[in-house]
């Protein structure tokens, strides 16, 4: 025994030992809350820098003590799990299960932050404690408690409950706390004012355990991550919310989801919650406020897949470059090879006569894998002038010249699905802001957000997860949320150089079109965006006009020429062509009956016929009800004069440059068929080579394919795929882009590379 025994008996010896070895001269001390301690630590720092005490304070929590000791403890209480996963708020919650931590904060006055140049993660606005008082055991939580604390933190923060959109909960997954700080939270927030369950609650124990004393900064460091981050994180382990909480009546939903966190646009700033509990019934809640709506240069620290392009002035030359930058991946210093190959292909230069492949990768050893089977391949296909891989590598003999070739496409209603391009919101912050543009739009109106919509609550059912199909198939919110992640898409590659020389729309893409070439502002395209949706909407859904049950008609995709399609639907009275698409394949529309009879009809005579997941029978006389209040939304748009040529779906040639007679050719858009194949006919007759889909799903890249059969192009889908990584798909377009020969800067610059 001597003086360094003493720590594990005295606590403060460790706080103190800090403080002398860093040579600090504030308070030094160790608290103990129980499973709130780190949470009382942070308050009696922030006390310390709000008196003016000190101007820096270090605060958080240590609990390293897994001993059997810890075990009989609570197994005695009773709190343990006898399962194999803590499941917060979960039906089958039953315990918790321990772990250990360490975290710690830097704390300052945020005046201090900003004139350091510091990086701040979040702001804390106000911590409310409270104890209990006399209840029926020191052991139970009590909810009026836990709400007194709450409402306090909120009190001093001089913000409503209400305004946050995470809070982490204390959320031990035990059957006495979980209800009680449920019970606790709906006290403090109230009911949901007409809002629904637009507040994610979750807790970061169902991924690391409880780390008893030091479980309140876990929770503080992921909420100010989640809000630094603009990222809503899941809670693990929840297969269907605990029905005893009657979740559904609250503000709250369980989040099991790592989702984008949209802002509307004038909105205020986001904000969450942080709870931690004590044996003992200590209570402490934080609020905290996001330091910036949003960020312009590196911010993530997540890893993502990284490019690999490699270049030589010949096929030979590049295949002995591949063999040698192959042998130093597997060398001894691989990962630093890694690194400098894909830092020179983020925006390379590569002279059009070189030949040139590329690829993304996740990591050192598969780079190594998918090198080697280009290796491969380049041996076997030595005198190729272009191939590319399953696996998802692209290689050229020499590049395209880019220079009055590039075409720019858009999708249109029917690519939407739930979800789509989440990881990508969540990675780039101009995405996030053309949704969180859009939800103001909406709100406006008094109708819930997009990204509500289109990024929803977590669902435990297949009738739940139908309805939320269903919302989104509304024209409003599927148009808008299709021009939004087009318009994100594109402003993606814009800032990295991308410019085109032409721009097409299929359908509702013609709008997307005219922003990207330059005719409509941003502020005008989303306006737009959002009239025409509303306009298709059925009469009687929006504003009450029009009678009931009324037929907006339907739409069918059918594999076939438009000459035979035609002849086959003759008898089918109302039903046409709405979209010549492509050589082999056309869009009827018309009657919802009529065109189930046509598709019946179309399959038993040998085509392929499949209804459409769209809510009318567009380009017809079927939505005539929407003519009027688009072609008033058009009318006191601002056209100007275009950055590239702009292609119609009505005529299949370039937009007017006259601004009336341009406007009344988008106003007429809505009753007039699609010809596509004419749009590309004319586009590749003018010059056009490369063609570049921004969209949800991989749609007019494929026309393009079927039109330009035999012809010498290049089409790049720059779409999330459903089911895949919507990230990994972006990067992958991107190489595709710059193997063809398309020059682009760094198209990432929010990755923070370490």
């Given amino acids: 025994w001597n003086e360094n025994a003493f720590p594990g008996l005295l606590g403060n010896v460790i706080a103190g030992r800090i403080a002398n070895r860093f040579d600090l001269g504030g308070l030094n001390s160790v608290v103990d809350a129980a499973c709130a301690s780190s949470l009382s630590a942070l308050k009696m720092a922030v006390s310390q820098l709000a008196e003016g005490s000190a101007d820096m304070m270090i605060a958080g929590g240590v609990d390293t003590d897994n001993s059997p000791f810890t075990f009989m403890c609570f197994s005695k209480t009773p709190a343990f799990s006898q399962g194999e996963a803590p499941r917060p708020f979960d039906a089958d919650a039953d315990g918790m299960m321990v772990g250990e931590g360490i975290g710690m904060v830097l704390l300052k006055r945020l005046a201090d932050a900003e004139r350091d140049g510091d990086r701040v993660y979040a702001i804390i606005r106000g911590i409310g404690a409270s104890s209990d008082g006399r209840y029926k055991s020191i052991y139970a939580p009590r909810p009026e408690g836990q709400a007194l604390a709450t409402q306090r933190a909120y009190e001093q923060a001089g913000v409503s409950p209400l305004s946050v959109g995470l809070v982490e ?294 009738e739940a997860v139908r309805a939320q199909e269903e919302s989104l198939m509304a024209t409003d919110y599927a148009q808008a949320s299709i021009g939004a992640l087009s318009a994100g898409l594109f402003t993606l590659l814009a800032q990295a150089g991308f410019r085109p020389d032409f721009t097409a729309g299929h359908s509702f893409g013609e709008l997307s079109a005219l922003w990207a070439g330059g005719v409509l502002s941003d502020a005008d395209f989303l306006s737009v965006v959002k009239a025409r949706g509303k306009a298709l909407r059925p009469p009687g859904e929006c504003d009450g006009e029009g009678p009931d049950g009324f037929d907006v008609g339907t739409m069918a995709a059918v594999q076939g020429a438009r000459e035979g399609v035609e002849a086959e639907i003759r008898g089918f009275s109302g039903v046409i062509v709405a979209n010549d698409n492509s050589n082999t394949q056309v869009v009827i529309a018309g009657p919802k009956a009529q065109v189930r009879a046509a598709v019946e009809a179309l399959n038993a005579r040998g085509f392929k016929a499949t209804l459409l997941p769209v809510s009318a029978a567009f380009h017809t006389s079927a939505v005539s009800h929407a003519s009027k209040p688009f072609a008033a939304a058009v009318a006191p748009t601002e056209f100007h004069q275009p950055r590239a040529v702009v292609y119609s779906n009505t005529t299949g040639q370039p937009y007017p440059l006259d601004t009336g007679e341009a406007k009344e050719l988008l106003a007429n858009h809505i009753l007039k068929p699609v010809l596509f194949r004419s749009q590309i006919e004319s586009i590749y007759a003018s010059g056009g080579r490369i063609f570049v889909e921004f969209g949800p799903r991989r749609i007019t890249t494929g026309l393009v394919e079927d039109i330009l059969t035999g012809r010498p192009y290049v089409a790049v889908a720059l779409n999330p795929s459903r089911g895949k990584s919507s990230d990994r798909q972006f990067r992958e377009a991107v190489v595709q882009l710059r193997v063809a020969g398309v020059s682009l800067g760094n198209v990432d610059p929010y990755e923070d590379i370490r």
């Avoid at 204390?170 to 009911?191: I, K, M, N, Y």
Wanted: hydrophobic share 40%; proline share 9%; net charge negative.
């Fill in 169 to 462: 909960a204390h959320g031990t997954g035990t059957r006495a706390g979980d209800p009680a700080e449920f019970s606790g939270l709906v006290q403090a927030f109230g009911p949901a004012n007409g809002r629904g369950q637009h507040i994610a609650i979750g807790s970061v124990k169902s991924q690391i355990g409880h780390t008893k004393a030091a479980a309140g900064v876990a929770g503080l460091l992921k909420a100010a991550l989640a809000l630094h981050q603009k990222v809503l994180p899941p809670t693990n382990n929840v297969e269907r919310p605990n029905p005893k909480l009657e979740i559904g009546k609250t503000p709250f939903y369980v989040n099991t989801e790592t989702r984008p966190w949209i802002q509307p646009e004038g909105e205020g700033p986001r904000r969450a919650g942080v709870s931690a509990f004590g044996f003992g019934g200590t209570n402490f809640h934080v609020v905290l406020e996001e330091y910036q709506p949003d960020h312009d240069g590196a911010y993530r620290l997540h890893a993502v897949a990284q490019p690999v392009i490699l270049q030589a002035a010949t096929p030979a030359d590049l295949l002995i470059h591949c063999e040698k930058v192959l042998g130093a991946l597997s060398g001894a210093n691989g990962a630093d090879e890694f690194r400098r190959v894909t830092a020179a292909s983020k925006a390379p230069e590569i002279p059009l006569t070189a030949a040139r492949l590329g690829f993304v990768a996740d990591s050192l050893g598969e780079a190594a894998i998918l090198l080697g089977q280009a290796i491969a391949t380049l041996r076997v296909r030595p005198e190729a002038d272009a191939w590319d891989h399953p696996r998802g590598i692209w290689y050229r003999s020499a590049g395209l010249d880019p220079t009055g070739h590039l075409v720019a496409l858009f999708p249109g209603q029917g690519a939407q699905y739930l979800g789509m391009g989440s990881e990508l919101a969540m990675s780039f912050p101009p995405l996030r802001e053309t949704i969180g543009r859009l939800d103001r739009l909406f709100l406006d109106e008094g109708s819930p957000p997009l990204s509500s919509v289109l990024y929803p609550p977590p669902v435990f059912d297949q």
